[in-house]
């Protein structure tokens, strides 16, 4: 991972915190809050500048994202009741608006991210194709295929990873069906179609453990007959659209991934799929396969994780947006406000949690790659 790359990551991932953190500012100022400090990076100031309104806007040295100070809205902080202009002196619905303008500011932003992309790039076709993207160097596609190759035919038979007719065409079954023998495949490298052949091989799938209960076909279980191609990742198309059309699939976006997310959820309960936390090192790792893939992808991978970001932000969790906006229900519904205390209590073993957590997968992570 070069220097630009990991420069470019970190500025990524800061600028999603920094349009977090500036929905909440906006709205604050909006509501007659008074906002204490608006930081671009953590750590002391380099460079500082005060506003007329008093607050305090700072460039710091780490540049992980960014944080507002909100007065009365820090942890145990002391506010005095007749303090018109502190967070818990505002009226509820003010508060749920400031809380929800965070995520709701990343939502925002997608549209923003998806639109530009939609009027420069176009739209993707719903057609989708298995692009080559980690060959077994034990295997004769090793030699005959590279990253990046766009599979288009086996024998003259077309594969979809999604086709016209929304079905897939499952590789494993059209490899079995040639067993041993050569296959005949039509691909694409760099927009050039080809015609290249590649002995199959039979593969043990040592260590390999396959799940009865996700679908996948029985020849496609144990060991079989493979091209030896280990991962394969989604290529499509692109149509040129007017601005409108633009515009209306911008704002589907959001939409969109948010209900493919929970549908994934919905599959993880039904226990068709396996749940993956991703922590920091894989997230960079994502992050520096999209810088390389060019701007149209990590354009893509800047509008997924500005929803994802929204999306577990809402979750009503202490020590997040949503576990604020969870209380401030319980304030809405039953018109009076919760313990102070209490909440105070719950959200500091909600970060504790969720820092425990994170330092947990960051190790994990770090391990599986030492």
């Known amino acids: 991972m070069d220097a630009l790359t990991i420069v470019g990551g970190i500025l990524g991932l800061g600028l999603l915190i920094v349009v977090h953190e500036a929905g909440h500012f906006v709205v604050a100022r909006l509501c007659g809050m008074r906002v204490e400090r608006f930081s671009i990076g953590f750590g002391p100031g380099l460079l500082r500048w005060r506003s007329k309104g008093g607050t305090l806007f700072q460039l710091a040295p780490i540049p992980f994202g960014g944080f507002v100070e909100i007065k009365g809205m820090a942890i145990a902080e002391d506010v005095d009741p007749d303090d018109t202009a502190a967070y818990p002196n505002r009226p509820v619905w003010q508060r749920i608006a400031t809380i929800f303008a965070g995520p709701g500011t990343n939502y925002l932003f997608a549209i923003v991210l998806a639109f530009l992309l939609f009027t420069t790039s176009g739209v993707r076709e719903g057609t989708l194709y298995y692009g080559v993207d980690k060959l ?6 090793a030699t005959k295929l590279q990253p990046g190759d766009r599979l288009l035919a086996i024998n003259g038979t077309p594969i979809f990873l999604k086709g ?51 679908g ?32 209306g699939h911008a704002v589907w976006y959001p939409i969109q991934q948010t209900r493919d997310y929970f549908s994934g959820i919905y599959q993880v309960i039904k226990g068709k799929e396996k749940a993956e936390v991703t922590g920091p090192v894989k997230m960079g790792g994502f992050i520096k396969k999209a810088i390389e893939a060019g701007w149209v ?38 018109r009076r406000r919760a313990n102070p205390k209490v909440e105070t209590t719950v959200h500091m073993v909600g970060i504790l949690i969720l820092m425990v957590i994170l330092v947990m997968v960051t190790v994990k992570e770090c391990r599986a790659i030492l």
């Open 136 to 141: 077994n160097k034990d295997f004769d596609a």
């Open 297 to 334: 992808t990590a354009l893509q991978l800047m509008m997924l994780l500005n929803v994802l970001l929204a999306i577990m932000n809402l979750f009503p969790l202490p020590g997040l947006d949503g576990g604020r906006l969870a209380f401030l229900g319980y304030e809405l519904v039953t």
């Open 216 to 247: 996948t076909p029985k020849v496609c279980r144990g060991p079989r007959w493979r091209l030896g191609i280990d991962n394969w990742q989604e290529q499509y198309d692109r149509v040129d659209v007017g601005v409108f059309t633009a515009a």
């Open 164 to 214: 016209p007719d929304g079905k897939r065409t499952e590789l494993c079954v059209a490899t079995a069906a040639i067993g041993d023998g050569v296959a005949r495949l039509s691909i694409a490298r760099g927009g050039k179609p080809m015609e290249v052949e590649v002995k199959t091989k039979y593969d043990e799938m040592k260590g390999v453990k396959d799940d009865p209960n996700d």
